[in-house]
């Protein structure tokens, strides 16, 4: 697959009363893996607001791809990460 973009709609849900519930993500590195097995590496920025938000990603014959969570708005003890989608666009 070429990987062209990525769509992720961060927190518990879009909706802004269920957003705060929840911590967001604030930093995220992509790890995309070839059917080679050759990884590269692309750090992303999310903003802390409901909705969707885009990325241009690019990456050739990706396999696979690995979504860490580096940093967190509203983390606590109490709450856990989260993003509610994750949508990826690409051509065969």
Do not use: W
Request: glycine share 8%; hydrophobic share 35%; no cysteine.
């Amino acid at each position: 697959m070429r990987l062209r973009k990525l769509l992720i709609t961060s927190g518990r849900s879009a909706k802004a009363d269920e957003f705060l519930t929840q911590a967001r993500p604030s930093e995220l590195t992509l790890t995309l893996v070839t059917s080679e097995g050759e990884r590269t590496t692309k750090g992303v920025n999310l903003q802390d607001q409901p909705g969707q938000q885009s990325f241009d990603v690019h990456g050739s014959d990706v396999v696979r791809i690995r979504l860490s969570v580096d940093a967190a708005y509203g983390a606590r003890s109490d709450r856990r990460t989260a993003i509610a989608e994750v949508e990826f666009f690409g051509r065969q």
